[in-house]
């Protein structure tokens, strides 16, 4: 197979841990680091030997990758010298705005062409609650910064549905990231994890209840839209053309290779993945088998997180009456938008994605 295949690089250490995130990392130690990249170059030549596939999309994401400093050149390069980069190659890296420093100048003469910086909110109590390191000054700086340097491909992080918000201070957020002038946002509604801060401390978080999340996401997917934002995907927009190449893979089922602790991948098929394990990556790194790709329930999930939707024929095959039945209410109700066998979800629809993917989901498949 030679259809071209996503690269996807953890670099999972962060300066300190967020109140809200469960993703993988460690504590950033310089010296780690150093010992990590190099047994993650290890791996970049054992499967650049083993995958006879070209790459079109590498996304450097963490933890903090900007923490890698002037070590993004020799990853980077790593990697060029281990697999066939196409020249059209969409490459991303995760930015911090408090880690950002010379960074952007070395991602740069890496070959970065797109940057995801986390900037979350635009006012300074806020990112404080939320245990970020970075302040709204650093976030535009990084922004201003990236585009003198000539990276004017980028995207920008946004939550809602933080403890004390409402549409006043949403709209303030909006605001603040609208000024950014981003390519790309994406948006996600906070969610309270296990073993997160938040989730010792829920109790005393003044989260807005579903109603006042389901308000803010239909003012934001509104507000975003009419400002030239395409609602492409539940948690994306984007401007024309600038979808995030290397996420569309994910949610299209095409493949993606996926190296680092807790990195997952999808190739030929076959999904699997490294532990959530750091220095066993380092010792010794080995993937866990996660089962096979592209089922039909798939298909369907991952189809209606894009607002292009789905083909329910190749879902189905015939659709079922009473499936038709159950569109037609979700149609009437203003969840769905059905062009038989088309189908795609509204906003109003994504906020309830899970429920409406169960409904379709039935007994069917
Ligand atoms: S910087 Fe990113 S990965 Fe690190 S703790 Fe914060 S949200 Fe999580």
Redo the contacts with the bound molecule.
């Keep these: 197979m030679t259809n071209p295949l996503g690269l996807y690089i953890h670099i999972p250490f962060?300066?300190?841990?967020?109140n809200?995130?469960?993703?993988y990392?460690a504590f950033y130690n310089k010296d780690t680091l150093s010992v990590y990249l190099s047994a993650l170059k290890d791996e970049i030549k054992k499967w650049g030997g083993t995958v006879n596939r070209p790459i079109d999309t590498i996304y450097i994401g963490?933890?903090?990758p900007s923490l890698l400093g002037e070590d993004i050149i020799s990853l980077l390069g790593c990697i060029k010298q281990n697999f066939k980069v196409l020249s059209d190659v969409e490459i991303t890296v995760?930015v911090?705005p408090s880690s950002s420093g010379e960074f952007l100048r070395f991602a740069k003469m890496a070959g970065v062409n797109r940057l995801s910086i986390?900037v979350q909110s635009g006012c300074d109590n806020t990112l404080k609650i939320l245990?970020?390191?970075h302040t709204s000054a650093e976030a535009e700086a990084t922004v201003k910064k990236a585009r003198e340097i000539g990276i004017d491909n980028i995207s920008v992080d946004l939550m809602i549905a933080l403890p004390d918000s409402n549409l006043q201070t949403l709209k303030r957020d909006i605001d603040f990231i609208l000024s950014l002038n981003p390519t790309h946002i994406s948006a996600y509604i906070l969610k309270i994890e296990q073993n997160t801060v938040f989730a010792k401390k829920y109790d005393t978080l003044n989260l807005p209840d579903d109603d006042d999340t389901a308000e803010q996401y239909l003012y934001m997917c509104e507000t975003l839209e009419k400002n030239g934002y395409t609602h492409y995907e539940i948690s994306n927009f984007s401007c024309l053309n600038k979808e995030s190449r290397h996420n569309m893979k994910y949610w299209t089922g095409d493949d993606y290779l996926g190296l680092g602790p807790a990195a997952h991948s999808c190739v030929d098929g076959k999904r699997f993945y490294y532990p959530r394990d750091l220095q066993g990556f380092i010792k010794n790194p080995q993937t866990t088998p996660d089962g096979n790709s592209g089922d039909k329930s798939e298909k369907l999930m991952l189809g209606l997180r894009l607002s292009s939707g789905v083909d329910l024929s190749q879902i189905y095959g015939e659709i079922p009456k009473d499936i038709k039945k159950k569109i037609n209410l979700l149609e009437n109700a203003g969840y769905i938008k059905a062009d038989l066998p088309r189908i795609s979800l509204t906003d109003s629809g994504m906020l309830i994605s899970n429920s409406i993917i169960a409904e379709l989901i039935g007994d069917y498949l």
């Design positions: 962060c300066e300190r841990k967020c809200y995130c469960d993703f990392s963490g933890g903090t995760e911090n986390g245990g970020r390191t």
